[in-house]
Structure formats: structure tokens, C-alpha cells
């Protein structure tokens, strides 16, 4: 067994480790918010897509007749809300920004399971007609999400482990 003598070239190789975990630590950091960045842009994208879809689907409704559209509203966006549970509401409303249609009373709605409210207007020949609102769950990009931070939390750990062995055997072998 190699016994340590802590001259100023093991203390040099210390400090390199300490300062190399540091570095890395740091820009492990930031590139996993910089990922989950990117993954929360793209799930507002997806939401702004869905919900301007449904505008546009919705854009020829007569939205001065509230009770006819509330029905003919809950019958075509009621399987799609019960089939996917992604979307933790929907809601429409008319120009004046009052609701025709809510999913959150026929659904136990808890503000804590929407992740991402986004909303697009409903309009016919340019003119805007109401909006529609859509509140996401963020249950579809949970698992991407923790999937690719322990991805990418795996392989820092593993380049921070090869840089301390390297130096480690370094050290050892002066």
C-alpha cells in the first residue's frame, strides 16, 4: 500500500478534482433546466395546438344562443377530455369572456393537477367570437421529463466519476 505524501503536486491534483467536480456539478446544472426547458416549451406548444383546434373546429358555433352551445359543446369535448388525461379541463366562453362551456363541473377539477393553461380565440370572418381555454396535466410529459433529467444526470455522474478515477490513479502512481 502507497503511503500518501501531501506535497504541492497531490495537493495540486485535489484541487483539481474539487474544482472539476464543481464545474461539472454546475453545468449539470443548467443543462438539465436548459432540457427542461425545452420540454415545457414543447408541452405549450402542444396545448396552444390543441386548444387553437378546437377554436378553429368551433368557429362557425352561434355563441348568442349560450345554452344550445353549452350542450352541443359538452357532448363533442366531453369524450375527448374523459379519453385523455393529459387535459385537466376545457373551457369556452363568449366574447365578453363569459363561460358557455366548463368542463370543470362535470370533472372534479384541482387546480394543482393543471400544469399549463393556455387559450385562443374562436374567430369567424376575423372577428372574435369568444375563446377557448384548455388546462393541461403534464401527465404525458412526467415521465419524459424524469426519464431524460436521470439520463442526463447519469452521464454527468459517470464523467465525474471517470475525471476522480483518472486523478485518483494519478495520484497514486506519481
Same mark, same amino acid.
Given at each position: 500500500?502507497?503511503?500518501? &505524501?501531501?506535497?504541492?503536486?497531490?495537493?495540486? $491534483?485535489? @484541487?483539481?478534482?474539487?474544482?472539476?467536480?464543481?464545474?461539472?456539478?454546475?453545468? #449539470?446544472?443548467?443543462?438539465?433546466?436548459?432540457?427542461?426547458?425545452?420540454?415545457? &416549451?414543447?408541452?405549450?406548444?402542444?396545448?396552444?395546438?390543441?386548444?387553437?383546434?378546437? #377554436?378553429?373546429?368551433?368557429?362557425?358555433?352561434?355563441?348568442?344562443?349560450?345554452?344550445?352551445?353549452?350542450? %352541443?359543446?359538452?357532448?363533442?369535448?366531453?369524450?375527448?377530455? %374523459?379519453?385523455?388525461?393529459?387535459?385537466?379541463? $376545457?373551457?369556452?366562453?363568449?366574447?365578453?369572456? #363569459? $363561460?358557455?362551456?366548463?368542463?370543470?363541473?362535470?370533472?372534479?377539477?384541482?387546480?394543482?393537477?393543471?400544469?399549463?393553461?393556455?387559450?385562443?380565440?374562436?374567430?369567424?370572418?376575423?372577428? $372574435?367570437?369568444?375563446?377557448?381555454?384548455?388546462?393541461?396535466?403534464?401527465?404525458? %410529459?412526467?415521465?419524459?421529463?424524469? #426519464?431524460? &433529467?436521470?439520463?442526463?444526470?447519469?452521464?454527468?455522474?459517470?464523467?465525474?466519476?471517470? @475525471?476522480?478515477?483518472?486523478?485518483?490513479?494519478?495520484?497514486?502512481?506519481?
Amino acid at each position: 500500500m502507497h503511503k500518501f &505524501k501531501f506535497n504541492k503536486q497531490v495537493k495540486f $491534483i485535489v @484541487f483539481e478534482l474539487l474544482l472539476g467536480s464543481v464545474i461539472i456539478a454546475v453545468i #449539470a446544472f443548467f443543462a438539465i433546466n436548459n432540457m427542461q426547458n425545452k420540454i415545457d &416549451k414543447s408541452y405549450a406548444s402542444t396545448a396552444q395546438l390543441i386548444s387553437t383546434a378546437i #377554436a378553429v373546429n368551433t368557429s362557425s358555433f352561434d355563441t348568442t344562443n349560450t345554452d344550445m352551445q353549452g350542450t %352541443i359543446l359538452s357532448q363533442k369535448l366531453e369524450p375527448f377530455i %374523459i379519453n385523455n388525461d393529459d387535459i385537466s379541463y $376545457i373551457e369556452y366562453k363568449d366574447k365578453n369572456n #363569459a $363561460i358557455i362551456y366548463t368542463s370543470k363541473k362535470n370533472h372534479l377539477v384541482d387546480d394543482d393537477d393543471t400544469v399549463i393553461s393556455v387559450n385562443s380565440p374562436v374567430t369567424d370572418n376575423d372577428e $372574435i367570437k369568444g375563446y377557448v381555454t384548455i388546462g393541461m396535466t403534464g401527465n404525458g %410529459i412526467k415521465p419524459i421529463s424524469s #426519464a431524460s &433529467k436521470k439520463s442526463l444526470l447519469g452521464i454527468f455522474i459517470l464523467t465525474w466519476l471517470t @475525471f476522480a478515477v483518472i486523478l485518483i490513479l494519478n495520484m497514486l502512481f506519481m
